[in-house]
């Protein structure tokens, strides 16, 4: 292995799950709409989190269940994004539309069977950004899960120490 793929495989995925960290504290953290959630995870349901593309950088520090598989293409920047996010204790399953996508389709319908919550982004690698495409809906029908999607937003708004808004 060269120097800077051994830096990729192993460095990248420690400072990238740091970084992610170090902005969760930097961050007032406000939820909103968790209570259907709740109520499928103290019935003991698990349920399968959508979120687009451009909205995953936080979404480590979102999710609050015990057990999640996240699909995740078999791209070398998939393989990056696998290292970081087995770093908060996420599992992950390889594939997508256009390499492995029926095979990480079963695994996916499977573990959802099986009791754990399912991590997609529905948008697909191939877009068009922000509209769904079928194997989020397909994967809701053979395995009996509901859809909920997750979001993150930003704010840029400063405080005074007395609380007035700049």
């Given at each position: 292995m060269h120097v800077p793929q051994w830096i990729a495989a192993h460095i990248i995925p420690v400072l990238g799950a740091k970084c992610i960290?170090?902005?969760?504290?930097?961050?007032?953290?406000?939820?909103?709409?968790?209570?259907?959630?709740?109520?499928?995870?103290?019935e003991g349901k698990s349920v399968i989190f959508a979120f687009w593309h451009g909205r995953q950088l936080m979404m480590p520090l979102a999710y609050r269940g015990k057990l999640a598989y996240i699909l995740i293409s078999q791209h070398r920047d998939g393989e990056l994004i696998d290292r970081v996010i087995s770093r908060f204790g996420f599992r992950s399953v390889r594939g997508s539309t256009t390499r492995g996508g029926n095979a990480a389709l079963r695994q996916l319908i499977r573990y959802g069977r099986t009791g754990a919550d399912l991590v997609i982004t529905p948008d697909g690698p191939r877009g068009p950004q922000g509209t769904v495409q079928e194997g989020v809906i397909h994967l809701a029908k053979m395995t009996g899960l509901p859809i909920v999607p997750v979001t993150v937003a930003y704010s840029k708004k400063k405080f005074s120490p007395v609380g007035i808004s700049l």
């Open positions: 960290q170090w902005l969760g504290h930097t961050l007032y953290i406000s939820k909103r709409g968790e209570e259907p959630v709740c109520k499928l995870y103290r």
